[in-house]
């Protein structure tokens, strides 16, 4: 069984806030926190108190990624855990924790992604307002099986991979693969959701993040954010379906040249009966998401 119970959040570090704050709402249909402020916006997607963060900083990438614990006797062992191969892991302190909106907090470098890694202890729920679309949009599913997922760049897959399945019991759903030269990519899940994190390998990425994923209410909220793009000019695959999790959806770039996918409908599976699969790479086995290949 995994440590981790769920994606919390996903932070990005911008040098240009005022784009972010425009993407944010008018794209992404996300509401800004009223207790954001110049340096940080929060974004709220649904119950929690935000689901990403951005930050003002001097590059264009992601910050840290949230991944919530039980309690306090989780965090422990979740931490013994990752020091027990050989990585340091640091309390948090209050400040960081309240910045976050969480109980409390500890945090390791991913040594395959050079990502921080957060691991987290009640994130803050809020009751009423409840969470208002601020554009077309029905809404995202996420709940027990959190906020969606997180594509990381790292050079093996397979041993970013073995990491957190030993470090924090995650389970690789399945391994994306390149006919004569290996894995491209490894999908991870800690719950129902088909993968919270992954790992691709690319050659020469620019960043440490590929792209963060919201599940989408309806297929129409798929749509309507492709439109939007298409509206905006802002750089978008064409809607498709995948092999793996079998989600309906389109990829689309944000301010910082990373990217979010919206997806409708992603297959669900069974963490504790479920056999890592893998699954290849050719032409005309999964249609549409043109351009995808272009977007790293
Ligand atoms: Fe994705």
Not at 107 to 114: L, R
Request: aromatic letters at 10%.
């Amino acid at each position: 069984m995994s440590a981790v119970n769920q994606l919390a959040y996903v932070a990005a570090t911008t040098r240009d806030m005022s784009a972010w704050r425009a993407y944010g709402t008018e794209v992404l249909g996300l509401e800004i926190g009223t207790d954001s402020n110049d340096k940080l916006m929060y974004l709220r997607a649904d119950e929690r108190h935000h689901r990403l963060a951005v930050h003002e900083g001097d590059n264009d990438d992601v910050e840290y990624v949230g991944w919530e614990v039980a309690n306090h006797a989780a965090l422990d062992a979740a931490a013994a855990a990752v020091e027990k191969l050989g990585v340091k892991v640091t309390m948090g302190t209050p400040e960081e924790a309240a910045d976050r909106r969480v109980i409390e907090m500890a945090h390791f470098t991913c040594p395959h992604s050079g990502v921080r890694m957060e691991l987290v202890v009640g994130l803050e729920q809020v009751f009423t307002p409840r969470f208002r679309p601020t554009r077309d949009l029905a809404g995202f599913e996420t709940g027990d099986i959190g906020m969606g997922h997180v594509v990381l760049y790292a050079p093996d897959v397979k041993a970013a991979a073995e990491f957190y399945i030993k470090a924090l019991g995650f389970g690789v759903t399945d391994f994306a693969m390149i006919p004569g030269v290996g894995p491209l990519a490894a999908f991870m899940h800690c719950n129902e959701r088909h993968h919270s994190l992954a790992f691709m390998t690319i050659p020469g990425a620019q960043r440490k993040i590929q792209h963060v994923m919201f599940e989408t209410t309806t297929m129409d909220d798929v749509g309507l954010t492709y439109d939007v793009c298409l509206d905006r000019k802002i750089d978008t695959t064409t809607p498709g379906r995948h092999h793996n999790d079998h989600t309906f959806s389109c990829y689309f770039r944000n301010p910082s040249d990373w990217h979010f996918e919206y997806g409708w409908q992603p297959r669900r599976i069974d963490p504790a009966t479920w056999d890592t699969e893998q699954y290849v790479l050719r032409p005309g086995n999964a249609w549409g998401h043109h351009g995808l290949m272009e977007m790293v």
